[in-house]
């Protein structure tokens, strides 16, 4: 059964930042492209960034570009989400998400197991 | 960039008709495009993806259709499980890969 399971989120001051992870198991982790996908309160899905089975790319969204980071450590199965320069409008649940595509494929594209997502508030 | 837009935003249909979804693309995706499915409370759920391939375990009664901009997602037989907001997301020309502002199915 493929899990993810996500933490960090917590209150952080605008300005700050943050730090999230994603524990993934179920399915062989260095196999797949993860993303990361939010969801402010009451609104629709927005998605984040991607990085590469390998490491080796990565991808943002232009409303977080030059402020987070994505990375993954495959010897622990775990995806990444560096947050600085917190902003109001990044308060919302994000959500860890397996790429449906195997790395031989060289395709990116959708996300097929979602995980429960961790909820980062920016307030003062 | 793309957008997708999807209508109407609220959709109010009774248990056992049909439901038909819309999401359109600013430029085409060919058939690179995804429908997911969210309850109150609960993560997104894969329900088709490539236009019409219905994800693991999803029911037949889900369908979808189109290609290039247009996109249909239909629910032959409204089950009360399927009233939930759903989101359609191209794939096709990346980064990003924008979801509609998803459409709420709700019972009449």
């Known amino acids: 059964e493929v899990r993810l399971v996500e933490s960090g989120g917590v209150v952080v001051q605008p300005g700050g930042s943050l730090r999230l992870s994603c524990v993934a198991s179920?399915?062989?982790?260095?196999?797949?492209?993860m993303h990361w996908v939010r969801q402010a309160p009451g609104k629709g899905l927005e998605w984040v960034s991607l990085i590469r089975w390998d490491g080796g790319g990565t991808y943002y969204a232009d409303s977080v570009k030059g402020r987070f980071t994505i990375s993954r450590d495959n010897s622990k199965n775990s995806l990444y989400l560096q947050m600085n320069s917190l902003r109001a409008e990044d308060t919302a649940l994000y959500y860890c998400v397996k790429d449906f595509y195997y790395s031989g494929s060289g395709n990116y594209g959708f996300g097929d197991y979602w995980g429960q997502g961790t909820l980062v508030t920016i307030s003062s | 960039e793309i957008v997708m837009t999807q209508s109407p935003a609220t959709l109010s249909v009774s248990p056992g008709e049909r439901a038909t979804l819309s999401c359109r693309a600013s430029q085409s995706v060919s058939s690179n495009l995804a429908w997911y499915q969210q309850k109150p409370g609960q993560a997104p759920r894969l329900l088709i993806y490539?236009?019409?391939t219905r994800a693991t375990g999803i029911p037949a009664r889900f369908s979808g259709s189109g290609s290039g901009t247009e996109f249909t997602l239909t629910i032959s037989s409204l089950q009360s499980e399927d009233f939930a907001v759903y989101y359609c997301?191209?794939?096709?020309?990346?980064?990003?890969?924008?979801f509609g502002q998803g459409t709420k199915l709700e019972i009449k």
């Open positions: 179920g399915f062989t982790f260095d196999d797949y492209a």
């Open positions: 490539s236009t019409s």
């Open positions: 997301q191209q794939y096709n020309n990346w980064p990003p890969y924008p």
